[in-house]
């Protein structure tokens, strides 16, 4: 009988942010694709287009003017999921037919006034500038909401339906369920093993570096052991941080370096701008700000589909929606190939 | 204040298969969209292509030639995630680096000979047909595997790569996440209320009307009360049934012509093959075949993407991944759009 070898044969990895399993089967990469291509983002976007709500001096649904900013600009979405005022559906409920009350507010921040620049052609000042709001962000909303979810879906392929460089802000008066699994798996970590489970982790990884994609002094990226995405990777601090606002100057400007070599690898890799959803989890806030919250540590997820090169992606679909989420390539794999592209964009080299 | 509606409150709702919730703002739905569109299913595929893998006498990937089969047909699939064979990647692990075995079967089985039909077309002898491979393949994979996943991609938004009508049985020796849950909330819910949830389930929805798209003698299909894509159904069995292989004959008739029914009010939403990730799920099998689990309640999940029209979808991203899954119309309103439509197929009618 042959020796297990992960690329060779497929097996399942735990994931221990999720409590759940990841089916690995790397051997599938070899399989044509004849399925759905995806449209290459567009790369003739105009700086600045007066037509675009995002803009600057742009008029938008609600009839308000954009001011003339000249860094970032955040204003409320104008089509919110979430509204501070929703009635409450009331608590009686048979348990085949409960619903509660969800009270929140959406926000959206644009990254830079250009429409026609992206996170890792920014300067790492002007990232860095992004970084502070997001901070401010999880001060000012964190003080009433239970969690702030700070989220950027960037391309077309993953529901953004406007290339101005943004992200969003969706704060609510309930944890949702993902951070719901990591406070829980967190938790019982800590209990079990003594220290925050993401705090050994990064420094696990930092040792044994074959999954890991660009490190510097204060920060780790990393293909998680348990990615479920083709190119996932998780951003951690090396330090205990339980949220954004209690990072150094320091941190900030080495977490703006990071991103931007993170961002660069991406797009490099298929020489396209990369798509993903990325967000932050860091501890819950509202009135957990009072608790000791010290089984979470701060982290960022990015989640892109591409696979196989700019127009192929993996889809989540039957199988994974049905039964178990699986992927195509280790990954080792994947951060190898991430490690080795080089940090100068695709675009700057080229002009 | 104003009094309560689930139409202009967002509001969240309890998902007791999956214990976990979502978040419903159905005042969403008048955002404007800029984003990507779906580009609608391909209308002139060819009834008959020889270079088409799946196609009556088509040489495969691996160079066997399919008979010219002329009702339902069954393969491997010739880039299987789960293999038979996978040596063990042992067991001692430290726990943030966990993994296990894996071991499967993969098969693929078109549904019919022609390439330009969808079951909606087919007729119910024919659907028929698919249901008892569906049992027998449980009755068969069951044997010796865990758990059976028979699921559809239907179309290229859902990763489907053939335009061949065609679905999959991903067959494993262990319980995948989606089915772990299922077997939890369902184990819980007996223990506490006394009765299996979704016979409970079912009876009150067919009761309450409200969220009841078709129905029959032996089966219901509703959107269920925590639908989390735009038009998800649920179909089940109005009696306390395990696994497939257990329906009777008239109860298979009755599935063909309740599917013939769903699926082309599912046409005739948007006048567009409707995509989908389907699957079902009964009780698990292998080891698990001699245990009780009257529990469990066989159903299928149909999961469709489709949002507005035939090329406006719903993208489960930045929130939806990092936080909480979130939809934009009521699941009461889908039901409503749904059940009001007709049961003639839009490509019948034309013709
Ligand atoms: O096997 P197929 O149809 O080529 O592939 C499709 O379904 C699989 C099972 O859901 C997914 O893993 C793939 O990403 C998807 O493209
Ligand atoms: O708010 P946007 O960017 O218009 O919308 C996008 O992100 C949201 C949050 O992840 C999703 O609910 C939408 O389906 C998606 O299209």
Redesign the pocket.
């Known amino acids: 009988k042959p020796t297990f070898d992960p690329k060779e044969h497929q097996h399942l990895r735990y994931n221990p942010l999720r409590d759940s399993w990841v089916l690995v089967s790397a051997h599938r990469m070899k399989?044509p694709w004849k399925?759905q291509v995806e449209k290459p983002s567009e790369d003739n976007i105009p700086r600045h287009d007066p037509n675009n709500p995002l803009c600057p001096g742009s008029v938008r649904a609600n009839g308000e003017v954009n001011p003339e900013y000249d860094s970032t600009f955040m204003f409320e979405n104008d089509f919110p999921a979430l509204q501070p005022d929703a009635p409450d559906p009331g608590s009686d409920h048979h348990p085949l037919f409960q619903s509660k009350a969800a009270r929140g507010i959406c926000k959206v921040m644009c990254f830079h006034p250009w429409s026609d620049i992206t996170l890792p052609l920014m300067q790492p000042a002007e990232i860095r500038k992004v970084i502070d709001k997001w901070a401010d962000l999880i001060v000012e909303l964190g003080a009433a909401y239970t969690w702030v979810q700070i989220f950027e879906n960037k391309g077309a392929m993953m529901g953004c339906s406007n290339p101005h460089p943004h992200c969003q802000v969706w704060a609510s008066n309930f944890l949702p369920n993902e951070p719901t699994l990591a406070e829980r798996c967190q938790r019982d970590f800590l209990q079990k093993h003594g220290e925050p489970m993401l705090v050994q982790y990064a420094r696990m990884e930092a040792q044994a570096q074959v999954r890991v994609v660009v490190e510097n002094e204060h920060w780790l990226v990393v293909v998680p052991y348990w990615a479920t995405w083709p190119f996932q990777t998780l951003l951690l601090p090396r330090r205990h941080v339980l949220r954004l606002p209690e990072l150094t100057a320091q941190e900030r400007d080495s977490l703006a370096s990071i991103m931007k070599r993170l961002l660069t690898k991406y797009d490099n890799l298929f020489e396209v701008s990369f798509s993903y959803s990325m967000g932050w989890h860091g501890a819950p806030t509202g009135s957990y700000l009072k608790e000791d919250m010290s089984h979470w540590q701060l982290h960022a997820h990015y989640y892109p589909p591409l696979l196989r090169s700019a127009t192929i992606r993996?889809?989540?679909?039957?199988?994974?929606m049905l039964a178990n989420e699986?992927r195509d390539l280790t990954p080792e794999q994947a951060a190898e190939q991430l490690r080795k592209l080089g940090e100068e964009h695709y675009k700057v080299k080229k002009t």
């Open positions: 399989r399925g993996k889809f989540m679909v039957g199988y994974e699986q």
